[in-house]
């Protein structure tokens, strides 16, 4: 059996379970994995407004959950188990998380929400390994999380009841249980169905692969010779599962810094112990070639494989190679790469596009990031060159957001104005409903480029009026971008710089992503020239990728970077973004989130001037 071998590689040790779920518990024992069952009693109240996305919510909170066994087992035996795993499911929607509904009204209040619609459902996995030395537990942690969306049908009222009646909901995420009469509210599942059920199986196994099964010696060295790292797979472990090097029992530990095989899990130590060996450092081997799968993206979406494959695929490489007008051995390298990265899938008949690439990597669609990604390539790529000189002497001293640099050749506006509108459009729905905007009968988006997120707050708000304001020079490139003809008629574009000219009237003013190209006297500039423009009543909305301390925003880590290459701009915490709107008149500063990504911050123009 090809699965065996992964999960085999935990037979020979004392494996823990610590969560209460039925589903996670029968997931794992159909899956031949041995294990007690340990209930963790971490109480799930961590701050879901200090992590930057939910899914580290769920991640910390699963590692709390097998933190608290560990620790338990330990004081108990002065043993702890050798692994100890901890899972956390969570249902998201609109920036919101739900966990499991603490009564009827609260299970009602969940599934309208979710009526219809997809969400996201995220489960948060850690595998700990425990090391009991000297009477002190030593833990390392391996994290891990996956995501599956699920769309409701449109559903009665009737039917709701019903359903909550069963008493189905109660104990379940976003009150159901797709795996039981939930079932009949899905419409699609994008994903991993375990994911959803409690516990993500595959990506699991994937793990087991990595910290059990480092990549072959062979393998190593082909990395160091090709551009391309191999990629794990479960074939790995089955093929070398029989004594191979590889994967047999002198490499069952997991010691990728000497390369010398440990003492594994059945070679006693001198004193007849067993010692858990560190696991491999998969995490920190991916951060070291991620520059080699971006570049492989970067190139494969250039070259236009998956728009290609988009309209004619599966395709054999000869024929991609051909189309692409590539050699066959390039093309072929580079398209199993896509497949290893998740982007293509390769059948009997050939290589065709996931969901995710033809959704995001093909050049045309609402959807697509192709422009986002030529920027990448073609800019971002060649500026980080230079990090460490910027690093070194401090941020550039370059005159402001790409848009707005008039040195800046046609062609290159138009580029960037590509990249930032697929950006937009993909965060747009996010952040218009992040909050309640419907009070508001004006809008302007100061620096709104090709109106991406104007028309998501037209279109979500029916009595809204908004204006796009931007330099002549993007402006006058903005029906390129809506190639379906007339603006909606409660949009329109209005040219001028808003350092110098007039702000158009609104209620409602939008930065979106502007204020991180600013030094702090220019933003103190603008934000007092939005305060005076604003009426009391009004408001600022504020959309920023937020550094905050308390959270290592792994998503908000490259923007700080960009930021140190490229402008005189700079990232800002929440707090700074709160202070900021509270200095220049905006009360009642509300914070949330917008997918993954972005935070929102709204505040009200108090009567009184700052
Ligand atoms: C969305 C969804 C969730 N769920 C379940 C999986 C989880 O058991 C539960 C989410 O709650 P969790 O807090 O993740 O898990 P739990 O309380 O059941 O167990 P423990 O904390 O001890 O690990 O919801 C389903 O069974 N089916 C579904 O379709």
Redesign the pocket.
């Known amino acids: 059996m090809v699965l065996s071998p992964v999960i085999g590689k935990l037979l020979h040790k004392r494996v823990v379970l610590a969560?209460?779920?039925p589903?996670?518990r029968e997931i794992l024992s159909q899956a031949g994995l041995r294990f007690e069952v340990v209930?963790?009693r971490f109480k799930?109240k961590l701050d879901k407004a200090a992590f930057p996305t939910p899914y580290a919510y769920a991640i910390e909170t699963a590692k709390q959950?097998a933190l608290e066994v560990a620790s338990r087992m330990h004081q108990k035996d002065l043993r702890a188990p050798d692994v100890v795993i901890g899972?956390?499911?969570i249902?998201t929607i609109g920036g919101l998380i739900l966990?499991?509904p603490a009564d009827k009204q609260d299970a009602y209040r969940m599934l309208s929400r979710l009526n219809g619609k997809e969400h996201s459902?995220f489960t948060g996995v850690a595998i700990i390994h425990c090391c009991s030395e000297d009477g002190q537990l030593d833990t390392d942690v391996c994290e891990f999380h996956e995501e599956t969306t699920v769309k409701f049908s449109e559903l009665s009222e009737d039917l709701l009841w019903e359903y909550i009646d069963s008493g189905e909901p109660m104990?379940?995420?976003?009150g159901?249980?797709?795996?039981a009469l939930?079932g009949m509210l899905v419409e699609c599942v994008h994903g991993d169905f375990l994911n959803?059920?409690?516990f993500p199986l595959n990506h699991f196994c994937k793990k087991l692969v990595e910290l059990y099964c480092p990549p072959r010696r062979e393998d190593v060295q082909r990395v160091k010779h090709e551009s391309i790292p191999p990629v794990d797979t479960f074939e790995i472990a089955s093929d070398t599962a029989q004594g191979d090097e590889g994967c047999g029992p002198s490499r069952a530990g997991v010691d990728g810094h000497t390369g010398q095989a440990p003492a594994g899990p059945q070679g006693p130590d001198t004193n007849g112990l067993v010692e858990n060996p560190p696991p491999f450092p998969s995490d920190l081997l991916d951060l070291i070639d991620g520059f080699k799968a971006s570049k492989a993206l970067f190139t494969a979406c250039k070259l236009k494989v998956f728009d290609v494959l988009k309209e004619e695929g599966p395709l054999k490489a000869v024929d991609v190679a051909r189309k692409i007008n590539a050699s066959v051995c390039g093309t072929g390298r580079l398209l199993d790469v896509c497949v290893a990265l998740g982007l293509l899938e390769k059948t009997d008949t050939g290589y065709r596009n996931t969901r995710l690439a033809s959704r995001h990597l093909a050049s045309e669609g609402v959807c697509s990031l192709h422009g986002f990604v030529a920027y990448n390539d073609e800019h971002a790529w060649t500026v980080f060159t230079d990090l460490e000189s910027a690093v070194r002497q401090g941020p550039r001293a370059a005159a402001g957001s790409p848009a707005e640099d008039p040195s800046q050749s046609r062609d290159r506006r138009l580029r960037f104005m590509r990249a930032m509108h697929g950006l937009a459009q993909l965060t747009a729905r996010q952040v218009a409903t992040a909050f309640d905007l419907s009070r508001f009968t004006s809008a302007c988006d100061l620096g709104g480029c090709t109106g991406a997120l104007a028309r998501e707050l037209a279109r979500e708000y029916p009595r809204l009026k908004v204006t796009v304001f931007d330099l002549p020079e993007v402006i006058e490139h903005v029906s390129s971008f809506h190639p379906e003809g007339r603006q909606p008629e409660r949009l329109r574009f209005v040219p001028g710089d808003f350092f110098k000219d007039d702000l158009p009237d609104a209620q409602l003013y939008v930065l979106s992503r502007i204020l991180h190209d600013w030094a702090d006297d220019r933003v103190h500039e603008l934000l007092s020239r939005v305060s005076r423009s604003c009426k009391p009543g009004g408001g600022l909305l504020v959309v920023e990728t937020a550094l905050d301390e308390r959270r290592a925003a792994r998503a908000s880590l490259p923007a700080a970077l960009n930021a140190l290459v490229r402008t005189q701009g700079r990232e800002r915490s929440l707090a700074e973004y709160r202070s900021l709107l509270g200095q220049h008149g905006f009360r009642e500063v509300q914070v949330a989130q917008a997918g993954d990504r972005l935070d929102v911050v709204l505040g009200t123009r108090a009567s009184s001037a700052p």
Do not use: L, N, W
């Not at 104990?171 to 976003?174: I, L, N, Q, S, T």
């Not at 159901?176 to 795996?179: A, D, E, L, P």
């Open positions: 969560s209460a779920s589903r996670r209930p963790s799930e959950k899972a956390d499911t249902v966990e499991k459902v104990d379940k995420a976003g159901y249980g797709i795996q939930g959803v059920v409690g």
